[in-house]
Nanobody, 124 residues
Framework: QVQLVESGGGLVQAGGSLRLSCTASGRTFSGHKMGWFRQVSGSEREFVAAIRRSSGGTYYADSVKGRFTISRDDAKNTVYLQMNSLKPEDTAVYYC?????????????????WGQGTQVTVSS
């Protein structure tokens, strides 16, 4: 059974940093893209970042570009999201995703595997 488990969420003041981790079990995703989405209650899931296999390239939402960095360690079957200069509008539940089944990384419907989510709260 495939599982994606996120960790690293929490409460931080505006301007602070957090690093999210997502570790996969049940299979390896070294040959697949992985990424992150986020969701505020009552809103649709929003693309945050994605990374190609073998760290061959990255994608970012405009809202996080320059502040967030996605990386992966395939030996650990883990993807990371380093979040710096956090803003209150970054507050959301952050979800790890793996294995896209299309070509549009920003569409949540094209990702096959999802984690359970981790809450990030940024206070002003």
């Amino acid at each position: 059974q495939v599982q994606l488990v996120e960790s690293g969420g929490g409460l931080v003041q505006a301007g602070g940093s957090l690093r999210l981790s997502c570790t996969a079990s049940g299979r390896t995703f070294s040959g697949h893209k992985m990424g992150w989405f986020r969701q505020v209650s009552g809103s649709e899931r929003e693309f945050v970042a994605a990374i190609r296999r073998s760290s061959g390239g990255t994608y970012y939402a405009d809202s996080v570009k320059g502040r967030f960095t996605i990386s992966r360690d395939d030996a650990k079957n883990t993807v990371y999201l380093q979040m710096n200069s956090l803003k209150p509008e970054d507050t959301a539940v952050y979800y790890c995703v793996a294995q896209i089944e299309g070509i549009t990384v920003t569409l949540p419907t094209q990702w096959k595997y999802w984690g359970q989510g981790t809450q990030v709260t940024v206070s002003s």
